[in-house]
């Protein structure tokens, strides 16, 4: 298997209806630690990370993994910021990227039977993953993403309408998955997850990447005033 | 009036006593289409997924006439299978005309588009939700076609079902193809028609019955499944 990393965008660029989105962007991000994006609402945050998984069509620019595309698209997963039920239970909905890769049946039912445990979604699994709960939704989908073991995940907001428990829950998870060398690349709007989780910390600012630093060095003092506005809560120009 | 009330009391007997001249003309309805609601199906409903998840370049043209041909009057594809199969025409040596056959031909032309329009409708919206999921999990173009028409199967049981109402209830082109053959190619409908014209209210009445109860079933079979779809059952 060849290395993944570095990824590197050269002036990426995602425009819609002749307004630009993301870019132009540079960025090379190696394989080791976490990612962590952050910026306000509308900063194009999403954008980036669907851009990067590369299920947004990029208007410009090049986006170029360590390995083929084809490799690389097939060993990464992405978290949506509003996850995807599809229309079966909550043990099929979690089978069912093993069932795409070949996997029998009975065999993704029973590795997805123990993840759903995981995340305490154990005695639900014959219930209508459309029934379930916003925050059960969430653990639905980051079990779901994590069931092939994927070398890359993306995480948009994955804790988003989440409580306190269940948060540390699904921390404790990714912390795993990243000491197993999983590569998380994640976008959140709090700052203390930001804190726990950040290897290195991606500061959007109008769809640009205003500041990209090490964790520690980023929460110490952001090198910008928008991201010393955006840290302190206030209104980010 | 007298005759009507009269023909509604023979009409009650034909079906408690189970008329055989009934009971054949039902089966045979049944069997014709059924049978074209089968070949229907497994033509138009992965059609329908496939219109939901490709991006080609006739697409929109291709929907629009699928939707133009759901307004086709079945006479008329009555007398166009009646020339292809007529005689001297380019199907003429298979001898199919005036047979069952020829009248499940006939319905699945008339009911394809109806069951395609009705499951791209649905499947469209399925497929605006999955769209980022499935492809961010690398879904083939398969794989995509085989989840839509899973989790949306029970969407596509009501476009089939309106298909078969359609189809049971159609006169014209069963009419002009299948001839009205007595124990052969008479189904409800035309016996309805021929009858009626003969003055026999009562054979009337009572295959109207059928045909009135098989709606009503059907119908009640698509809100039971809009209901269960709703409540997020399935
Ligand atoms: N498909 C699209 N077509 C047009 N505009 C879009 C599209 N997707 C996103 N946008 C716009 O791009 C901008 C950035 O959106 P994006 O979802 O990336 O923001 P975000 O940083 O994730 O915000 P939030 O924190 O609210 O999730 C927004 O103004 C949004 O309206
Ligand atoms: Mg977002």
Same mark, same amino acid.
């Given at each position: 298997?060849?290395?993944?990393?570095p990824?590197?965008?050269?002036?990426?660029?995602?425009?819609?209806?002749?307004?630009?989105?993301?870019?132009?962007?540079?960025?090379?991000?190696?394989g080791?630690?976490?990612?962590?994006?952050?910026?306000?609402n509308?900063?194009?945050?999403?954008?980036?990370?669907?851009?990067?998984?590369?299920?947004?069509?990029?208007?410009?620019?090049?986006?170029?993994?360590?390995?083929?595309?084809?490799e690389?698209?097939?060993?990464?997963?992405?978290?949506?910021?509003?996850?995807?039920?599809?229309?079966?239970?909550?043990?099929?909905?979690?089978?069912?990227?093993?069932?795409?890769?070949?996997?029998?049946?009975?065999?993704?039912?029973?590795?997805?039977?123990?993840?759903?445990?995981?995340?305490?979604?154990?005695?639900?699994?014959?219930?209508?993953?459309t029934?379930?709960?916003g925050?059960e939704?969430?653990?639905?989908?980051?079990?779901?993403?994590?069931?092939?073991?994927?070398?890359?995940?993306?995480?948009?907001?994955?804790?988003?309408?989440?409580?306190?428990?269940?948060?540390r829950?699904?921390?404790?998870?990714?912390?795993?998955?990243?000491a197993?060398?999983?590569?998380?690349?994640?976008?959140?709007?709090?700052?203390?997850?930001?804190?726990r989780?950040?290897?290195?910390?991606?500061f959007?600012?109008?769809?640009?990447?205003?500041?990209?630093?090490p964790?520690?060095?980023?929460?110490?003092?952001?090198?910008?005033?928008?991201?010393?506005?955006?840290?302190?809560?206030?209104i980010?120009? | 009036?007298?005759?009507?009330?009269?023909g509604?009391?023979?009409?009650?007997?034909?079906?408690?006593?189970?008329?055989?001249?009934?009971?054949?003309?039902?089966?045979?309805?049944l069997q014709?289409?059924?049978?074209?609601?089968?070949?229907?199906?497994?033509?138009?409903?992965?059609?329908?997924?496939?219109?939901?998840v490709?991006?080609?370049r006739m697409?929109?043209?291709?929907?629009?006439?699928?939707?133009?041909l759901?307004?086709?009057?079945?006479v008329?594809?009555?007398?166009?299978?009646?020339?292809?199969?007529? @005689?001297?025409?380019?199907f003429?040596?298979?001898g199919?005309?005036?047979?069952?056959?020829?009248?499940?031909?006939?319905?699945?032309?008339?009911?394809?588009?109806l069951?395609?329009?009705?499951?791209?409708?649905?499947? @469209?919206?399925?497929?605006?939700?999955?769209h980022?999921?499935l492809?961010?999990m690398?879904?083939?173009q398969?794989? @995509?076609?085989?989840?839509?028409?899973?989790?949306?199967?029970?969407?596509?049981?009501?476009?089939?079902?309106?298909?078969?109402?359609?189809?049971?209830g159609?006169?014209?082109?069963?009419?002009?193809?299948?001839g009205?053959?007595?124990?052969?190619?008479?189904?409800?409908?035309t016996?309805?028609?021929?009858?009626?014209?003969?003055?026999?209210?009562?054979m009337?009445?009572?295959?109207?019955?059928?045909?009135?109860?098989?709606?009503?079933?059907?119908n009640?079979?698509?809100?039971?499944l809009?209901?269960?779809?709703?409540?997020?059952?399935?």
């Amino acid at each position: 298997m060849r290395e993944m990393f570095p990824l590197v965008a050269k002036d990426a660029l995602v425009r819609r209806n002749g307004r630009v989105l993301v870019g132009p962007i540079d960025l090379q991000l190696e394989g080791k630690g976490t990612t962590i994006v952050i910026g306000p609402n509308g900063a194009g945050k999403t954008t980036l990370l669907k851009m990067l998984h590369g299920i947004m069509r990029m208007n410009g620019g090049s986006l170029d993994w360590g390995c083929a595309r084809e490799e690389a698209q097939r060993r990464q997963a992405f978290v949506f910021q509003s996850p995807v039920m599809m229309r079966r239970s909550v043990v099929d909905n979690i089978a069912y990227p093993l069932q795409l890769a070949g996997t029998a049946r009975k065999d993704a039912r029973a590795q997805a039977a123990d993840w759903a445990a995981r995340i305490s979604l154990g005695d639900a699994l014959d219930r209508p993953a459309t029934r379930l709960s916003g925050g059960e939704r969430q653990k639905l989908a980051l079990a779901r993403a994590l069931i092939r073991k994927p070398d890359v995940l993306f995480l948009d907001e994955p804790c988003a309408s989440l409580d306190g428990r269940a948060t540390r829950e699904i921390e404790d998870i990714l912390k795993q998955a990243a000491a197993e060398g999983t590569r998380l690349i994640m976008s959140t709007h709090n700052m203390g997850q930001a804190q726990r989780l950040a290897d290195e910390v991606l500061f959007v600012l109008h769809g640009r990447i205003h500041e990209f630093s090490p964790a520690a060095a980023f929460f110490a003092g952001p090198q910008t005033s928008q991201a010393q506005a955006f840290l302190n809560g206030d209104i980010v120009e | 009036m007298s005759d009507l009330l009269e023909g509604m009391v023979q009409a009650f007997w034909l079906l408690v006593t189970l008329d055989s001249d009934l009971v054949e003309i039902t089966l045979r309805s049944l069997q014709v289409t059924l049978t074209a609601l089968i070949i229907a199906s497994v033509i138009a409903l992965p059609m329908a997924a496939l219109l939901s998840v490709r991006r080609f370049r006739m697409r929109r043209a291709t929907i629009a006439v699928l939707n133009a041909l759901m307004g086709l009057p079945p006479v008329v594809v009555g007398l166009i299978v009646y020339v292809f199969l007529s @005689r001297s025409g380019p199907f003429g040596v298979f001898g199919l005309l005036f047979t069952p056959t020829a009248m499940i031909i006939a319905q699945v032309i008339i009911i394809v588009p109806l069951i395609a329009s009705i499951a791209h409708q649905s499947l @469209r919206e399925l497929w605006s939700d999955y769209h980022d999921l499935l492809i961010s999990m690398n879904a083939t173009q398969v794989q @995509r076609i085989q989840a839509l028409l899973w989790d949306g199967r029970r969407a596509l049981l009501t476009a089939a079902l309106a298909g078969f109402g359609r189809a049971i209830g159609e006169v014209g082109a069963i009419m002009v193809v299948g001839g009205n053959i007595d124990h052969a190619t008479r189904v409800l409908t035309t016996a309805i028609a021929l009858e009626t014209g003969k003055g026999d209210f009562a054979m009337a009445l009572g295959l109207g019955f059928v045909l009135i109860a098989l709606a009503i079933a059907v119908n009640l079979a698509i809100h039971w499944l809009g209901h269960t779809e709703r409540e997020g059952r399935w």
